[in-house]
């Protein structure tokens, strides 16, 4: 089996007010809208939940997330945001789930999409067309950006998030795989949840939650 993995928009937009003819035109800019809280210093932390079969029900696996942006780098002429994950809790090491220690990815904004430091869309807050994701020999892996937001409630809160919905099809694209993923995001907050799944079960094997975060 495969597991379909993954991890959007910093618009500008200017404003501007003129009075009569002898008073100085004033051109004001409004804070920028950054949609995937990509400032140095936020953070945030993340419980995952594993999917129990004789429960049903998804339990905290123990594992914790924290994300922290602790710089910028320039690369190729473009300013990227520097995103440490420190991982504990997975002493078994589930593959499922992050391993513990430490990893270091590099992402920047460009017209509405969360891109990585080798140009792969990581999100998108406003391209609604299905994008292929991968290729492999057993079939293809699929974004979609549903037009519709909804709330997701975990433990950091309430958020009004996009959903972006991952999932697989075979090679000729003739059949869609039973797995889903959804991989929530909310307007300034960043990422809040995203599931893991097998592209042969329809339902999540794991879930990554926002436990609780930090925003400059």
Not at 89 to 107: A, R, V
Request: charged residues 20%; glycine residues 6%.
């Amino acid at each position: 089996m495969k597991r379909i993995i993954f991890s959007l928009c910093i618009a500008a937009f200017l404003f501007s007010c003129a009075s009569d003819d002898d008073t100085q035109q004033v051109t004001q800019q409004p804070p920028v809208s950054n949609f995937y809280a990509l400032t140095v210093g936020n953070t945030w932390v993340y419980k995952s939940f594993e999917y129990n079969s004789n429960t049903m029900e998804y339990e905290d696996s123990g594992i914790v997330d924290t994300v922290t942006i602790i710089n910028t780098e320039m690369l190729n002429g473009e300013t990227y945001f520097k995103f440490k994950t420190v991982t504990t809790g997975n002493d078994s090491q589930n593959p499922h789930f992050n391993q513990n220690g430490e990893q270091f990815n590099l992402y920047r904004e460009t017209e509405g999409n969360l891109v990585n430091n080798t140009g792969d869309t990581v999100y998108t807050n406003n391209n609604y067309q299905e994008r292929l994701v991968a290729t492999n020999t057993w079939g293809n892996i699929y974004d979609k950006l549903k037009e519709n937001t909804v709330t997701i409630t975990v433990n950091a809160g309430n958020f009004t998030c996009l959903d972006m919905e991952r999932y697989a099809k075979s090679p000729d694209n003739s059949e869609v795989f039973p797995g889903l993923d959804h991989i929530y995001y909310s307007d300034g907050i960043g990422l809040i949840s995203e599931s893991i799944s097998f592209v042969s079960q329809n339902y999540p094997i794991g879930i990554r939650r926002l436990e609780s975060y930090t925003l400059q």
